[in-house]
């Protein structure tokens, strides 16, 4: 059970522009980097033991995209060893850890209040507002899904209305439909800047994949400082969540 703190707390808030949300991501993401890499190095033990569970081969698939780069169309996925069910676990495995990348923003927060950091920060996700988390993270994986899938392009420009989503879910411990309402209207209203700085975000996020692919546990969780940042930008500094029991 948790409740929120009334008081006010020191704590840096971006401007609300691209430039100053993505230079505050910047400097939130410095300073809880060594947490981000635990939840990406969670997330890559568990996509190696599925690879292990349904037997394919990640090695084998990157090969086969890039040699079919000119036609990527070309390339059969589901004819490839294990993919199929690879596939199937990895959804299940992204969603049950998606609580974990939702703790990151809270220990960001408290970075960003100058509070205490405990290592089982990171786990709030699955004790504040968890049923919802799961479901949000359902609804908006889905949208992602069928965009990404549409040629990229669709997401880009359908993203920026989930980026305030997990913060107020977890902030504000609101309803899954609720996060999703609010984070849409905020983000209509200011769409410009939601664009730009879920594609700086994203394009910083994915740019470890051009460092010998290793790189990507560095970068990925990035996305999670863009998220926390806009949200103080456009809704103020988070309050203090606090655990009774």
Excluded at 52 to 78: D, H, K, L, P
Excluded at 111 to 126: A, H
Excluded at 191 to 214: A, E, N, R, W
Aim: aromatic share 16%; proline share 3%; charged share 10%.
């Amino acid at each position: 059970m948790s409740e929120f703190n009334e008081f006010d707390q020191q704590g840096s808030v971006p401007r609300k522009d691209t430039g100053n949300i993505i230079s505050h991501a910047f400097e939130m993401y410095k300073g809880v980097f060594l947490y981000a890499m635990i939840a990406m190095i969670v997330y890559i033990i568990g996509g190696g033991i599925l690879q292990a569970i349904s037997g394919f081969n990640s090695t084998s698939f990157i090969e086969e995209v890039q040699s079919s780069s000119r036609n990527i169309t070309s390339v059969r996925y589901w004819d490839m060893p294990g993919f199929s069910l690879y596939s199937s676990l990895s959804g299940l495995l992204t969603l049950l850890l998606t609580p974990l990348y939702v703790g990151l923003i809270y220990i960001i927060n408290k970075y960003n209040t100058k509070n205490t950091i405990e290592f089982s920060d990171l786990f709030i996700g699955y004790k504040q507002n968890f049923l919802n988390i799961l479901i949000y993270s359902l609804i908006s994986g889905f949208i992602s899904g069928i965009t990404f899938g549409m040629c990229f392009l669709p997401f880009i420009f359908v993203f920026p209305f989930l980026l305030l989503g997990y913060p107020i879910l977890l902030f504000e411990n609101a309803t899954a439909i609720e996060a999703l309402g609010k984070s849409f209207s905020i983000a209509k209203e200011n769409y410009g800047t939601f664009l730009g700085v879920s594609l700086l975000g994203l394009l910083i996020s994915f740019c470890g994949v051009f460092l010998c692919g290793i790189g990507i546990i560095a970068t990925a969780p990035f996305i999670m400082a863009v998220m926390y940042s806009t949200y103080c930008a456009y809704c103020g500094k988070p309050r203090q969540i606090i655990f009774k029991g």
